[in-house]
Each structure stands twice: as C-alpha cells, then as structure tokens.
C-alpha cells in the first residue's frame, strides 16, 4: 500500500503564499509521476499540477499557470507546491496522487485525469479568504 502524506496547507489571505508538501514512501519515488489535485464540496477532484518521473516535464491546470510551481527533491522524496498569489477560487482540499499507470506510457491527458491515480494522500485543507 503506497500512502502519501501531504502537509502545508492553512488559512490565506487573497494575495498570499502557502507551500504544499508531498511525501512518498521510500523506494517508490524515484519513478513515480506525482500530481496535485484539489477537489471542493459537490465537485469531482481536479487536477492543479504534476511533476514527472525525471523532473524534467510538468504541467499545469490554466487556472494555476504562472502562480504556482511543481518541484520534486529526490533526496527527500518529496514533492512541492509553491503556490503564490493565491485566490478565493484557490480554496479546498488538495491531494496529492501517484500515478498507477506505466510512466513509459503516460501522455499529458492520462497525467492530468485522477481516474488514473490509485495513490492518494489524505489531503490538506486551503483557504483563502477575500
């Protein structure tokens, strides 16, 4: 059982700046495709951001593009989400998944869909008030 933890999340002002992490088992790392994901109540999860296997690849919901940034520290396991110049619309749960796919197959669609992530976090709560 793969079991991710994520930390950071809390209370914001509009304008303001939080960091999300996500820490991966160790020895599941180093070829693991990780994303972000937020999902709010009455809404299906939805993907924010993702970071391949290499480091060298990552992508972006619209909505984040220029605010936030994806980072992973293979010494630590760990993957980052910087996220700056947060907004209401910013709020709610975020999770951070493992993709179960095959990394050698992954496209951007498959990265981007929670279908195909059976690893999840327990999630941590961000709030950002106006």
């Known amino acids: 059982q793969v079991q991710l933890v994520e930390s950071g999340g809390g209370l914001v002002q509009a304008g303001g700046s939080l960091r999300l992490s996500c820490a991966v088992p160790?020895?599941?790392?180093?070829?693991?495709?990780i994303a972000w994901f937020r999902q709010v109540p009455g809404k299906e999860r939805e993907f924010v951001a993702a970071?391949?296997?290499?480091?060298?690849?990552?992508y972006y919901d619209d909505f984040v593009k220029g605010r936030f940034t994806i980072s992973r520290d293979n010494a630590k396991d760990t993957v980052y989400l910087q996220m700056n110049s947060l907004r209401p619309e910013d709020t709610g749960v975020y999770y951070c998944?493992?993709?179960?796919?095959?990394?050698?197959?992954?496209?951007?669609?498959?990265?981007?869909?929670?279908?195909?992530?059976?690893?999840w976090g327990q999630g941590t709560q961000v709030t950002v008030s106006s």
């Open positions: 160790e020895g599941t790392f180093t070829w693991s495709d």
């Open positions: 970071i391949r296997w290499s480091g060298g690849i990552t």
């Open positions: 998944g493992r993709y179960s796919g095959s990394r050698w197959s992954a496209t951007e669609p498959k990265v981007k869909s929670p279908l195909e992530y059976a690893y």
